[in-house]
Nanobody
Framework: VQLQASGGGLVQPGGSLRLSCVTS????????MGWYRQAPGQQREFVAQIVPSGTEYYADSWKDRFAISRENAKNTIFLQMNRLKPEDTAVYYCQARSGNKIYWGKGTQVTVSS
């Protein structure tokens, strides 16, 4: 199972980025898809999830600034990140999950700095 995340980069505080994660159609149609992040020296933590029906779930910390979405025709999920802060600097990982089957992408680096 391949999960290809992209869209990270260097952005100034207050800026925006949109991350993308593409996978196969079989996975995309049946798995819950989500984003996690891991800041330097920190554990990986949940950011947001979107299930095949389109229902979204967010960690409280970011639900007012981040939005997850999906484009079914492209087997892709997105994470729109707005009003970014230096503490949002992390590697962002895409996850596909169905029961105890969990797959991870390689991650994409987001750096928020002036």
């Amino acid at each position: 199972v391949q999960l290809q995340a992209s869209g990270g980069g260097l952005v100034q505080p207050g800026g925006s980025l949109r991350l993308s994660c593409v996978t196969s159609g079989d996975i995309f149609k049946t798995y819950d898809m989500g984003w996690y992040r891991q800041a330097p020296g920190q554990q990986r933590e949940f950011v947001a999830q979107i299930v095949p029906s389109g229902t979204e779930y967010y960690a409280d910390s970011w639900k007012d600034r981040f939005a997850i979405s999906r484009e079914n025709a492209k087997n892709t999920i997105f994470l729109q990140m707005n009003r970014l802060k230096p503490e949002d600097t992390a590697v962002y990982y895409c996850q596909a999950r169905s029961g105890n089957k969990i797959y991870w992408g390689k991650g994409t680096q987001v750096t928020v700095s002036s």
